[in-house]
């Protein structure tokens, strides 16, 4: 994890086609319940994750952004299609791999990349980096770098709401390797015990850095933790958009009218290396087995699954890619003109003056 | 004599009190397969084993918990914290448990916590942070902090050896970029014990970790233009070397105490106070303080870069203290 510019080199684009991938089976009926509308705003949003992902890789090479950076390629089906549930009242904190749940949520490409080049126009000032994206007014708490450190922070965000009888909901996302941090257990119980409106949604992508879940769990299915405080639970395909949609709409329903919280495991790889300066294969998984949960790439599958019902057509996927492109260029632009932070920018927000 | 990286110290000293004492062994995050987030257990797993290199949980608290207990019942175990921000999540097991069993009990706790501290990789305010002086204000702990390939291998075996609990804070920027000699076989470096890293005779400089690099980098420039610094190496902090901080001052009678760590609360408040009550008399002008200021750690490169202290700030500060 060493910050090296070299270790993993650059990302191999992802083409953006079905190019022989099958539709989900249980995604095609999903895709028949669901408006064209929102199904092409889920692959636009799933594609801009990509591509943004894709191009902070290229810059990360090229030494442009520093420090530690953990893509989100491969997962963007959790966050979409669970922020997609939201209103724009409600909240979400997310870990450090958070660059796709602050797309999905609309913050914008450019004041994130900025912040991942550490400019002062970025979304944290370029304080805090890729790690710690942070945007109240989009309802965006962060962007956390201890791992199971936003958990805590989501149940307060719900009672406060709660208190204030807004009708809010707040999702939190984090890896599967954070529920074995006590922050984990202390939080569930107290979301379970003061009925909170928060939905706790663990991203199993198998790994914590280099380690598989097998390695460092007891139970492997995660979701049962839930049985232990009371609270529902879910556990859902986290390659499928479209069943990550309906599963977390379950939940914000629950939040919203019954004030009770859920945990829901979203099963989902990350293709990439851990972060941009680990192996994306290695001593802890085989590159073959990579190779495998690409066939599963959750942008394939869901146009595969839209080509099939006549929802999109290949110029129509060509579109939405010269826009996500034209966007991720527009955010490096943006990025690229902006100044670094003055010196003495160091010692402003260290308090409330 | 072998020359080898501050890393590959670290390495060496663990690996040789493994095979030297079945009761030492290594928990934590990512250490056994994946050799460590940095490498520094890099094939240890193999050569020891499973029994002996444990994969843990992210669990920092079950973590250092499980060594105290351990070490409760005579084992020997090195934690490892993959960087020692998350140190905060075991806090509670490290100042009310290990540190206070022996006082309370008159039980040893023989354990090391060790991991990278220190910033200069741009890893952001959760990834840089030199905070030894959290455990510096507990009594029953020991903090050790190397600075050269040469004392991260000896104090490294000091600590294990040691029946009482030490913190040993790596410094993540020296890892790959500092090689020097290291003896082969067996040697320690005793906790508490400082070392002149550079003689002088106009101004001590009194720091630790990466900025004894610094202080060198500054003594270096300030010789072409006739000013002598002298460098002192605390590489314990807890105890620290008292007898070895007057010296220097009584020597050159000018003073600049460097460190990382940010300024209020830092080790060079504690050593001004020494001074203050026991080499009032011995100096010549006034004690001045080198350090990061009271900020988070900043991600952005040049916010980064102006919160680290480096060698012309030493340069300058000392040709000012050279002229008073
Ligand atoms: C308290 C704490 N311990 C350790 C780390 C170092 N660390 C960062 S990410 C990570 C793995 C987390 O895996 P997971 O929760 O599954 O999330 P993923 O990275 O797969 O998204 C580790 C060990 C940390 N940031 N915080």
Known sequence: ?353 | MPVMTYLDAIRQGIWEEMERDPSVFLLGEDIGDYGGAFKVTAGMLKKFGAERVIDTPISESAIVGAAVGAALMGMRPVAEMQFMDFISCGFDQIVNMAAKIHYRWGAKVPLVIRGPSGAGVHGGPFHSQSNEMWFVHTPGLKVVVPATAYDAKGLIKAAIRDDNPVLYFEHKFLYRRIKDEVPEGDYTVPIGQARVAREGTDIAVITYGAMVWTALEAAEQLAKEGVSLEVVDLRSLLPYDEQAVLATVRKCNKVILLHEGTRTGGMAGELAALLAEKAFEDLDGPIVRITAPDTPVPFSPPLEEFFLPNAKKVAEAARKLAAY
């Open chain 1, 1 to 353: 994890m060493e910050a090296s510019h070299a270790a993993a080199g650059t990302v191999q684009l992802t083409e953006v086609s079905a190019s022989g991938t099958p539709p989900g089976p249980m995604q095609i009926d999903r895709a028949q319940r669901t408006p064209p509308a929102v199904l092409k705003d889920l692959l636009e949003k799933m594609l801009l994750i990509r591509r943004f992902e894709e191009k902070a890789a290229e810059l990360y090479s090229m030494g442009k952004i520093g420090g530690f950076c953990h893509l989100y390629i491969g997962q963007e089906a959790v966050g979409v299609g669970a922020i997609s549930t939201l209103g724009p009242d409600d909240y979400i904190l997310a870990s450090y791999r958070e660059h796709g749940q602050a797309l999905a949520r609309g913050l914008d490409p450019g004041e994130i990349m900025a912040e991942l080049c550490g400019k002062k126009s970025g979304v944290s000032k370029g304080k805090g980096g890729s790690m710690h994206l942070f945007d109240k007014p989009r309802g965006f708490l962060g962007g956390h770098a201890i791992v199971g450190g936003q958990i805590p922070l989501a149940a307060g965000v719900a009672f406060a709401e709660k208190y204030l009888k807004k009708p809010s909901v707040t999702l939190c996302f984090f890896g599967e390797a954070a529920v074995n941090i006590g922050s984990f257990h202390e939080s569930l119980n107290l979301a379970a015990l003061w009925k909170l409106p928060v939905i706790y949604i663990c991203e199993n992508n198998r790994f914590g850095m280099g380690t598989p879940i097998e390695r460092t769990s007891a139970l492997y299915d995660l979701s049962q933790k839930a049985c232990a405080y009371n609270m529902a639970r879910g556990c859902v395909d986290g390659m499928d958009v479209l069943a990550v949609r309906e599963t977390v709409a379950e939940a914000v329903e629950r939040a919203r009218s019954q004030s009770a919280p859920t945990l829901i495991e979203a099963r989902t790889y990350r293709f990439m290396g851990h972060s941009m300066s680990d192996p994306v294969h290695g001593h802890y998984r085989t590159k073959a087995e990579v190779e495998e949960q690409r066939r599963h790439d959750p942008i394939k599958v869901f146009i595969a699954t839209l080509e099939s019902l006549g929802v999109v057509s290949p110029a129509d996927i060509e579109e939405l890619n010269e826009k996500v492109r034209d966007s991720v260029e527009d955010a490096v632009a943006f990025s690229e003109r902006s100044e670094e932070p003055e010196p003495l920018e160091l010692h402003t927000d260290v308090y409330v003056p």
